[in-house]
């Protein structure tokens, strides 16, 4: 069971404490703000501040004298694939110190990673057990004050899913009449109360598995959210369950479980501990979350989550002032949100991450529940994913890069299963619209499909043929060996695998169209393709070349790569670029896949060969100007500064790393997707990077090759070789202050003049 492995995990994660202890002593990050903070209290939910730490996300706010907080737990999905959210909790104080705000202030603590809100004279700190599932609500007041703590659920009973709500699932917009979000279980006794929701023994993945034919193989097949438990326990010192209540919230009813405090304090401590387990009864669910309790000291857990988060950011930063200051700031913020998932075994959501909140403050006319969030919650979109990781290279934050590689390692049977079942060849096939079991999403997939049709292929207008994505994690992967000189040894047969599927499924195709396999020139021919969602039905798409030749030249397989066909190249107005593909029947979306082999396969850049080519390619293709945005996925802040078009990118990361339109400002979105919009905060992230440091091919390090000699900026960040660099921009000077290795200090090339 996968769950079991989630367990002998947090055993070695323990084992990181001892070394802990010793970076206890306490440190700023250079460069980078200690705090951020309000002044006032907030309208609702979409006003929160982000809390959380090892796999828990929380958002707290105060609303009208109450302090609400909803929390969230990664892989906590139920049986129709929603993310939930472990429920509501509101806290009332009497009397109250939030009425008379003058001296309101909600900070959110960077170093340290925890959230204060002190308003006359009662301070209440928020911190997440970093190496626990456990979060710690501390509340001291200068004067004797009662309390009231509330645990509100809206999965009090069996809700019907309404049209269009079925978005938040693995049905999306096909959510078949009838279909039930099942009741949680909720039980109060004393001081505490435990919550949890049990999925059955079939769920969305026995309806997938049918649907795509896979039922010979159904036994042999990886399976997440069969007779899975999510949920916790919130207790108490001075408290006692005095009832329940009804209520409604944003439109959503929800029943209350209410606890009071026995006598007025001038101290108290909330804990609420989550425990998510597969097992056969919801017995061994309980067992577990005990076992977590048990375990609990406050103060020493307290010192190292502290020392994880000063480690945290220590190993980067990027501080910049005057006008990118605004930049830099949200980088911060929005590095904060990933460092929140750290130690997950499900990888960070693009569509939201833990931090989502009530949809009606996102979208008027989608008035659901808080669990939702549009494109799915067991549902991982390749493209987007891809874009909250890369920057975590360059970041240094390899530690949270695992979750995604493990996410793959587990589906890598379900995959290679698929191509055995349709086609009897081998290697792994990752479809587009990913499920958490490693199958296509059923809808995506298509409820209507043609008996006639490839079962292998999604019946999609964007997503058929839509397979090479997984090679951008599969380069991730051998790039953090290069980056941190990981052990890598567990995924080289998920690399293998992948490239696997390409030889094999294109010489499958061609042997069904005539009798060779390959062209005149002894190169597979990659027909039908995609040129990601949006040059479809293709012939040699760029994207997916360059991500092959790349690949494979990393993991040394020159048999293979000289079977990859060089990228394509067109000409318009005299003008040489690179081509989306050799030939494509439709335009599908509006994604720049013809600038793929600049970002993220670095084929082209500075002081790389035929930069020019890609540069008329960013400047001239006339779809790559019409689709030109900075808005969620959007990449052309990190192409031109991949280019070291310097106005260019200083333009579109100014636009891209702005203040959101929430009140906490790297909550940005819903763009292409939800809020808050992960894979915006990750394009925008990778953009400010490529303009202070790249790399070439001969292992040259340029520092500040798109960045604009009047901002001044003081930033650590990581390049390959195990390296790391600091270095600061100050009126126009540069001063390298360190390199690591200090053998690495001849490959520096300085940019700007």
């Given at each position: 069971m996968f769950y079991v492995s989630m367990w002998f995990k947090y055993k070695q994660m323990n084992k990181l404490k001892n070394i802990f202890l010793f970076l206890l002593i306490p440190f700023l990050a250079k460069g980078i703000e200690p705090n951020y903070t309000w002044t006032s209290p907030s309208r609702n939910s979409s006003e929160s501040m982000p809390c959380g730490g090892g796999d828990i996300g929380l958002n707290v706010w105060v609303e009208n004298g109450d302090l609400l907080f909803y929390v969230s737990r990664s892989g906590a999905f139920d049986e129709n694939n929603t993310l939930l959210k472990q429920g509501r909790f509101r806290v009332h104080l009497t009397p109250n110190p939030f009425l008379n705000t003058t001296d309101f202030r909600q900070t959110l603590k960077i170093n340290e990673g925890y959230v204060q809100i002190t308003s006359n004279g009662t301070t209440i700190q928020f911190w997440v057990d970093v190496f626990k599932p456990v979060i710690h609500l501390e509340i001291q007041s200068t004067k004797k004050i009662s309390s009231e703590i509330r645990y509100e659920n809206w999965r009090y009973a069996d809700r019907l899913i309404r049209k269009n709500e079925g978005q938040q699932n693995s049905y999306k917009w096909a959510a078949p009449i009838g279909l039930i979000m099942k009741r949680d279980s909720v039980l109060a006794v004393g001081n505490s109360v435990t919550f949890f929701h049990r999925n059955p023994q079939n769920t969305i993945f026995d309806v997938t598995v049918a649907q795509q034919g896979l039922e010979s193989v159904k036994s042999q097949l990886y399976n997440p959210i069969s007779n899975l438990t999510s949920g916790g326990k919130m207790w108490g010192d001075n408290l006692l369950f005095s009832g329940t209540e009804k209520g409604i919230y944003a439109g959503t009813d929800f029943e209350t479980w209410v606890f009071k405090s026995k006598h007025p304090f001038t101290k108290q401590n909330i804990n609420i501990a989550l425990q998510i387990l597969q097992s056969i009864d919801v017995y061994s669910w309980n067992s577990d979350l005990n076992k977590t309790i048990a375990t609990i000291n406050p103060k020493t857990d307290r010192k190292l989550t502290t020392a994880w988060w000063n480690a945290f950011w220590n190993r980067s930063f990027i501080h910049a002032g005057g006008e990118a200051g605004e930049l830099s700031r949200n980088y911060t913020l929005f590095r904060y949100m990933l460092g929140c998932n750290a130690h997950s075994s499900w990888p960070t959501r693009f569509n939201g991450g833990l931090f989502t909140f009530d949809p009606v403050f996102v979208d008027s006319t989608m008035a659901f529940t808080p669990d939702y969030r549009k494109w799915g919650g067991g549902t991982f979109t390749a493209q987007n994913q891809r874009l909250v990781y890369w920057p975590m290279l360059k970041s240094g934050d390899i530690e949270l890069m695992t979750s995604e590689f493990d996410f793959y390692n587990r589906m890598l049977k379900n995959a290679e299963l698929r191509s055995q079942v349709y086609w009897n060849h081998g290697g792994a096939c990752f479809a587009e619209q990913l499920e958490n079991f490693g199958l296509p999403n059923p809808t995506e997939y298509g409820w209507k499909r043609p008996n006639y049709f490839d079962k292998g292929v999604e019946y999609n207008a964007w997503l058929e043929y839509e397979w090479d994505t997984?090679?951008?994690?599969?380069?991730?992967?051998?790039?953090?060996?290069?980056?941190?000189?990981?052990?890598?040894?567990?995924?080289?047969?998920?690399?293998?695998?992948?490239?696997?599927?390409?030889?094999?499924?294109?010489?499958?195709?061609?042997?069904?169209?005539?009798?060779?396999?390959?062209?005149?020139?002894?190169?597979?021919?990659?027909?039908?393709?995609?040129?990601?969602?949006?040059?479809?039905?293709?012939?040699?798409?760029?994207?997916?070349?360059?991500?092959?030749?790349?690949?494979?030249?990393?993991?040394?397989?020159?048999?293979?790569?000289?079977?990859?066909?060089?990228?394509?190249?067109?000409?318009?107005?005299?003008?040489?670029?690179?081509?989306?593909?050799?030939?494509?029947?439709?335009?599908?979306?509006?994604?720049?896949?013809?600038?793929?082999?600049?970002?993220?396969?670095?084929?082209?850049?500075?002081?790389?060969?035929?930069?020019?080519?890609?540069?008329?390619?960013?400047?001239?293709?006339?779809?790559?100007?019409?689709?030109?945005?900075?808005?969620?996925?959007?990449?052309?802040?990190?192409?031109?500064?991949?280019?070291?078009?310097?106005?260019?990118?200083?333009?579109?990361?100014?636009?891209?790393?702005?203040?959101?339109?929430y009140r906490f400002t790297a909550f940005w979105g819903p763009g292409y997707d939800w809020s808050p919009d992960f894979n915006w905060g990750g394009t925008g992230m990778i953009g400010l990077q490529e303009m202070l440091l790249q790399t070439t091919d001969d292992g040259k390090i340029l520092l500040f090759p798109a960045w604009p000699k009047d901002w001044n900026v003081h930033f650590k960040l990581h390049a390959p070789k195990n390296t790391t660099v600091e270095a600061e921009l100050k009126n126009g000077k540069v001063n390298v202050i360190s390199i690591i290795p200090e053998n690495r200090k001849s490959d520096l090339v300085l940019m700007i003049k």
């Amino acid at each position: 069971m996968f769950y079991v492995s989630m367990w002998f995990k947090y055993k070695q994660m323990n084992k990181l404490k001892n070394i802990f202890l010793f970076l206890l002593i306490p440190f700023l990050a250079k460069g980078i703000e200690p705090n951020y903070t309000w002044t006032s209290p907030s309208r609702n939910s979409s006003e929160s501040m982000p809390c959380g730490g090892g796999d828990i996300g929380l958002n707290v706010w105060v609303e009208n004298g109450d302090l609400l907080f909803y929390v969230s737990r990664s892989g906590a999905f139920d049986e129709n694939n929603t993310l939930l959210k472990q429920g509501r909790f509101r806290v009332h104080l009497t009397p109250n110190p939030f009425l008379n705000t003058t001296d309101f202030r909600q900070t959110l603590k960077i170093n340290e990673g925890y959230v204060q809100i002190t308003s006359n004279g009662t301070t209440i700190q928020f911190w997440v057990d970093v190496f626990k599932p456990v979060i710690h609500l501390e509340i001291q007041s200068t004067k004797k004050i009662s309390s009231e703590i509330r645990y509100e659920n809206w999965r009090y009973a069996d809700r019907l899913i309404r049209k269009n709500e079925g978005q938040q699932n693995s049905y999306k917009w096909a959510a078949p009449i009838g279909l039930i979000m099942k009741r949680d279980s909720v039980l109060a006794v004393g001081n505490s109360v435990t919550f949890f929701h049990r999925n059955p023994q079939n769920t969305i993945f026995d309806v997938t598995v049918a649907q795509q034919g896979l039922e010979s193989v159904k036994s042999q097949l990886y399976n997440p959210i069969s007779n899975l438990t999510s949920g916790g326990k919130m207790w108490g010192d001075n408290l006692l369950f005095s009832g329940t209540e009804k209520g409604i919230y944003a439109g959503t009813d929800f029943e209350t479980w209410v606890f009071k405090s026995k006598h007025p304090f001038t101290k108290q401590n909330i804990n609420i501990a989550l425990q998510i387990l597969q097992s056969i009864d919801v017995y061994s669910w309980n067992s577990d979350l005990n076992k977590t309790i048990a375990t609990i000291n406050p103060k020493t857990d307290r010192k190292l989550t502290t020392a994880w988060w000063n480690a945290f950011w220590n190993r980067s930063f990027i501080h910049a002032g005057g006008e990118a200051g605004e930049l830099s700031r949200n980088y911060t913020l929005f590095r904060y949100m990933l460092g929140c998932n750290a130690h997950s075994s499900w990888p960070t959501r693009f569509n939201g991450g833990l931090f989502t909140f009530d949809p009606v403050f996102v979208d008027s006319t989608m008035a659901f529940t808080p669990d939702y969030r549009k494109w799915g919650g067991g549902t991982f979109t390749a493209q987007n994913q891809r874009l909250v990781y890369w920057p975590m290279l360059k970041s240094g934050d390899i530690e949270l890069m695992t979750s995604e590689f493990d996410f793959y390692n587990r589906m890598l049977k379900n995959a290679e299963l698929r191509s055995q079942v349709y086609w009897n060849h081998g290697g792994a096939c990752f479809a587009e619209q990913l499920e958490n079991f490693g199958l296509p999403n059923p809808t995506e997939y298509g409820w209507k499909r043609p008996n006639y049709f490839d079962k292998g292929v999604e019946y999609n207008a964007w997503l058929e043929y839509e397979w090479d994505t997984v090679l951008e994690f599969c380069q991730m992967i051998l790039e953090t060996k290069d980056y941190s000189n990981v052990d890598i040894s567990r995924y080289k047969p998920l690399i293998e695998s992948c490239v696997k599927f390409f030889d094999e499924h294109y010489r499958y195709l061609a042997t069904h169209r005539g009798r060779k396999t390959l062209d005149g020139d002894g190169h597979l021919i990659f027909f039908p393709a995609s040129g990601a969602e949006t040059y479809k039905m293709a012939n040699n798409p760029a994207s997916t070349i360059a991500a092959l030749k790349i690949v494979l030249k990393s993991l040394g397989n020159d048999s293979l790569l000289k079977t990859i066909p060089p990228i394509p190249f067109r000409i318009i107005d005299g003008k040489t670029m690179i081509s989306p593909a050799k030939t494509w029947e439709r335009v599908n979306n509006t994604e720049a896949p013809q600038l793929y082999p600049v970002f993220p396969w670095r084929i082209f850049g500075v002081r790389k060969d035929s930069l020019e080519f890609a540069r008329n390619t960013y400047l001239y293709d006339p779809n790559v100007k019409r689709f030109r945005s900075h808005v969620g996925w959007k990449q052309d802040n990190i192409f031109a500064a991949c280019l070291g078009l310097t106005d260019e990118a200083k333009r579109l990361n100014k636009l891209k790393l702005a203040n959101g339109p929430y009140r906490f400002t790297a909550f940005w979105g819903p763009g292409y997707d939800w809020s808050p919009d992960f894979n915006w905060g990750g394009t925008g992230m990778i953009g400010l990077q490529e303009m202070l440091l790249q790399t070439t091919d001969d292992g040259k390090i340029l520092l500040f090759p798109a960045w604009p000699k009047d901002w001044n900026v003081h930033f650590k960040l990581h390049a390959p070789k195990n390296t790391t660099v600091e270095a600061e921009l100050k009126n126009g000077k540069v001063n390298v202050i360190s390199i690591i290795p200090e053998n690495r200090k001849s490959d520096l090339v300085l940019m700007i003049k």
